[in-house]
């Protein structure tokens, strides 16, 4: 069977720029990816802090950019998600759902996901008025109201997106002070059509086939409180933005981790030998496109370095 050089698992911002990186350094690289490249960086329509990127940039043009850099260098692509991991020794072994992938160093980049509310109803009416992703859902809810839970950068970020399509947007947060950005709050209190419920959480969503209506909690009372769809419209929407969990199920008793987040140096090393982690899986302080972009860049090279000390060949990145 075939040893790659670098195996990466993810095809987010981290593990594209480690591919870019580590293809151009003439590595035999492999990108496996479980479903869509991008990560979550998928659902952003505006992406103005990634540097360069100033007008009309998307996250999924910036990926389709990344996604195009990687095949460039000599990338081989496979999309498979992967089951288990065998990372001690010289060959690390990915299973993957559809084969068994060798290399001789793996950079983990397998990001994290969005948290649920877990309240009843969340699951049921996910993608019938529930959605954890304004971009691709946006749409559906043109002159609609909607409703987006979260008091982070991406909540607010998001509510900004659907005044473009929604006609009122409330965002409900579960304390009285958002945790976004100043300049991104800003402009959310500038905005006519955005209103806030605050000290109020989601308790309960309910609905016939779509959502039709909620229940809410003052957090400071503890009332509840039913919140009814407009007749008229007979549905809104709930946007839901409260977070990330890593995912890093896979690699659980594999390499060292805190709360489901890998722990690297600076330089991107876990703690087992030829194995790197790089972007959202990895503990650390910023998650954002450009730190994740950083470290696989890091992790890369890293990697390069490993193998030539591995085996006493010229790594040029
Ligand atoms: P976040 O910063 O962790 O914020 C999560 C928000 O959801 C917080 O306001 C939190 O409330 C609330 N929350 C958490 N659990 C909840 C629950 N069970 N019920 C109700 N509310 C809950 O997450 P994020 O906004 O998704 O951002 C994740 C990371 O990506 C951050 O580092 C962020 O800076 C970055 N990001 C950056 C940008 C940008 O810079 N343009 C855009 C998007 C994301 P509390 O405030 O009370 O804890």
């Known amino acids: 069977m075939k040893t790659y050089d670098i195996a990466i698992i993810g095809g987010g911002p981290a593990g594209l720029a480690a591919g870019l990186y580590s293809g151009r350094a003439k590595m035999d690289t492999l990108i496996l990816e479980k479903q869509k490249y991008g990560g979550q960086i998928v659902t952003t329509d505006e992406l103005e802090n990634y540097p360069g990127s100033i007008k009309e940039e998307t996250g999924p043009s910036l990926i389709g950019r990344m996604v195009d850099q990687a095949d460039k260098f000599g990338c081989t692509r496979i999309e498979d998600t992967v089951t288990d991991v065998e990372l001690e020794g010289d060959v690390k072994i990915l299973k993957g759902n559809k084969g068994e992938y060798r290399a001789k160093a793996v950079i983990i980049t397998s990001g994290a996901t969005p948290t649920n509310i877990g309240c009843p109803g969340e699951k049921e009416f996910t993608g019938k008025g529930v ?22 950068d991406a909540a607010v970020e998001e509510a900004i997106y659907l005044t473009k399509f929604a006609r009122k947007v409330t965002i409900i947060h579960r304390r009285d002070a958002l945790r976004a950005a100043r300049s991104i709050q800003d402009k959310a209190f500038a905005n006519d059509k955005i209103e806030f419920m605050w000290n109020t959480t989601v308790e309960e969503i309910k609905g016939d086939g779509i959502v039709t209506g909620m229940i809410v909690k003052d957090t400071k009372s503890g009332e509840t409180r039913e919140v009814f769809a407009d007749e008229e419209d007979g549905t809104f929407g709930i946007f839901v933005f409260i977070g990330f969990k890593p995912i890093s199920a896979i690699f659980e008793g594999k390499v060292d981790m805190e709360n489901g987040y890998i722990l690297t140096d600076e330089n991107m090393h876990t703690n087992i030998p030829g194995v790197f982690a790089a972007g959202d899986i990895r503990k650390k302080s910023l998650r954002q496109v450009v730190t994740a972009a950083a470290d696989g860049a890091i992790a890369a090279t890293e990697a390069g370095r490993y193998i030539e000390e591995m085996e006493g060949t010229a790594y040029k990145y």
Not at 132 to 141: L, Q, W
């Open 131 to 152: 959605s954890y992703c304004a971009t691709c859902d946006a749409a559906f809810f043109e002159d609609f109201e909607v409703y987006v839970v979260g008091g982070g």
